[in-house]
């Protein structure tokens, strides 16, 4: 079983950055596909970013030019670099991991906003102000 946390969340003004990260623990296999989704209360989840194994991204239309998605497999680590940070940014952000198939990319974001992959975290939460 994989577990992960998320860290890096705060409370910052609009314009400003802030760099999320997810530990991944376990039975884990961070090679596979990963992603950030997040969910405001009241909205729909939406899916941030996503990784696959051979380092192909997405990203929501919202997010495009302004985060980043990476990821550390020696240090079993997921980011997710958000420059440039909105308002309408604010929302609780979680990470999420596949440990059985190797999706591509956007089967990996469809995923993640099904919440069908294997793992996901708490969460943390980003607020931005105007």
């Known amino acids: 079983q994989v577990q992960l946390a998320e860290s890096g969340g705060g409370s910052v003004q609009a314009g400003g950055s802030l760099t999320l990260s997810c530990a991944a623990s376990g039975d884990t296999r961070i090679s596979y596909c990963m992603g950030w989704f997040r969910q405001a209360p009241g909205q729909e989840r939406e899916g941030v970013a996503a990784?696959?194994?051979?380092?192909?991204?997405e990203y929501a239309d919202s997010v495009k030019g302004r985060f980043t998605i990476s990821k550390d497999n020696e240090k079993n680590t997921l980011y997710l670099q958000m420059n440039n940070l909105k308002p309408e940014d604010t929302a609780m952000y979680y990470c999420a991991a596949e440990s059985d198939w190797d999706y591509g990319v956007t089967k990996c974001r469809a995923y993640l906003v099904a919440g069908a992959l294997d793992a996901w975290g708490q969460g943390t939460l980003v607020t931005v102000s105007s």
């Open positions: 990784i696959d194994s051979e380092g192909s991204t």
